[in-house]
């Protein structure tokens, strides 16, 4: 009987050791882990942070300014105009009133500068230049956003 009783403190002892021992290198492990992916995470923020937004040439400006298949110019819920950018360099502005209010202007673009002339056009200005970007499938010119139009 105390054979057994030695035996079974062995067991005991030996069992301990081992789960202590066990506890230890997964926590170690765990810990490795965590460090790496804070450092992954680190590195990928910097790497964010670093990489600029991709200058847009105007060749682009110009071909996105342009109308795709299917779509008239462009239309402003802001002031209730619609333009339309042609290749040769008319501008096509038309009023709230439909085709009855439509004049037709100029338009040149450098860089990412639009100028554009319209004596007599409504409410929009006889000349302005403004800055143009492209946001998503927007046209912004100036502070003003524009969005494709496509008739029902």
Known sequence: MLRTIKIFTLFILSSS???????????????????????????????????????????????????KEGTYGWQTTSDNLGIDFFKDGRLAVQGPGGESEMWVGKWSLTGDQLTMECKDCGKMKE??????KIEGENLILGSKTYTRYAPR
């Open 127 to 132: 000349k302005e230049t403004v800055t143009v």
């Open 17 to 67: 050791l081992w789960l202590a021992c066990g506890d230890n290198e997964s926590k170690q492990e765990s810990e490795k882990k965590d460090t790496v992916s804070q450092e992954t995470t680190k590195k990928d923020s910097e790497i964010k942070k670093e990489e600029p937004k991709p200058e847009v040439s105007e060749a682009d400006l110009k071909n996105f300014m342009y109308s």
